[in-house]
T-cell receptor, first 114, second 111 residues
Framework: KAGVTQTPRYLIKTRGQQVTLSCSPI?????VSWYQQTPGQGLQFLFE???????NKGNFPGRFSGRQFSNSRSEMNVSTLELGDSALYLC?????????????FGEGSWLTVV | AQSVTQPDIHITVSEGASLELRCNYS??????LFWYVQSPGQGLQLLLK??????LVQGIKGFEAEFKRSQSSFNLRKPSVHWSDAAEYFC?????????FGAGTRLTVKP
């Protein structure tokens, strides 16, 4: 079974631009969440989607947005990029079970803002 | 509010030596507990998880962790470290609605 797939793996953007990152969850997983990872702040939760609806949202400005499609694939968008948005963006899909949920991560998308 | 503390930012061990990475949590009920490993430039890989039952959990790559409710801890152990274990390790605690990650412990393995 394929893992969580994120594209692109690496990208460089200029301040003020916007970026869209894509994530395909593990087949059968309907929940997708996004995290930002930086050396200074560690892993920070951005948002979670389940059945095309945002279920949870972290403490990030409105420039960060996401959506989920009917096939569970998800995209996140960051508008008006700032230098501080340079980070590894991790997508994770969740296996939900009666006993407990398990999160599986993709390889991440490295975003550099210059 | 739930939180996770990994007291050690960086640990260095010799190859073949035993390893214990500490994780303490704060949570109102019995949490779900996880350990993940991240190699440089990669995503996080699940090592093991605890939901209920036996408090000693076996994971991949020879790792195990023990849930100690009285100490609010979920320490990760490995009897003999290999050079390929050098990575960053994250403890996580959560329930079905929220997951919190520790700041991570970076493991260096000396030859």
């Amino acid at each position: 079974k394929a893992g969580v797939t994120q594209t692109p793996r690496y990208l460089i953007k200029t301040r003020g631009q916007q970026v869209t990152l894509s994530c395909s969850p593990i087949s059968g997983h309907r929940s997708v969440s996004w995290y930002q990872q930086t050396p200074g702040q560690g892993l920070q939760f951005l948002f979670e989607y389940f059945s095309e609806t945002q279920r949870n949202k972290g403490n990030f400005p409105g420039r960060f947005s996401g959506r989920q499609f009917s096939n569970s694939r998800s995209e996140m968008n960051v508008s008006t990029l700032e230098l501080g948005d340079s980070a590894l963006y991790l997508c994770a899909s969740t296996l939900r079970s009666g006993q407990g949920n398990t999160i599986y991560f993709g390889e991440g998308s490295w975003l550099t803002v210059v | 509010a739930q939180s996770v503390t990994q007291p050690d930012i960086h640990i260095t061990v010799s190859e073949g030596a035993s390893l214990e990475l500490r994780c303490n949590y704060s949570y109102g009920a019995t949490p779900y507990l996880f350990w993940y490993v991240q190699s440089p430039g990669q995503g996080l890989q699940l090592l093991l998880k605890y939901f209920s039952g036996d408090t000693l959990v076996q994971g991949i790559k020879g790792f195990e962790a023990e849930f100690k409710r009285s100490q609010s801890s979920f320490n990760l152990r490995k009897p003999s470290v290999h050079w390929s274990d050098a990575a960053e390790y994250f403890c996580a605690v959560g329930d079905n609605n929220d997951m919190r990650f520790g700041a991570g412990t970076r493991l260096t393995v000396k030859p």
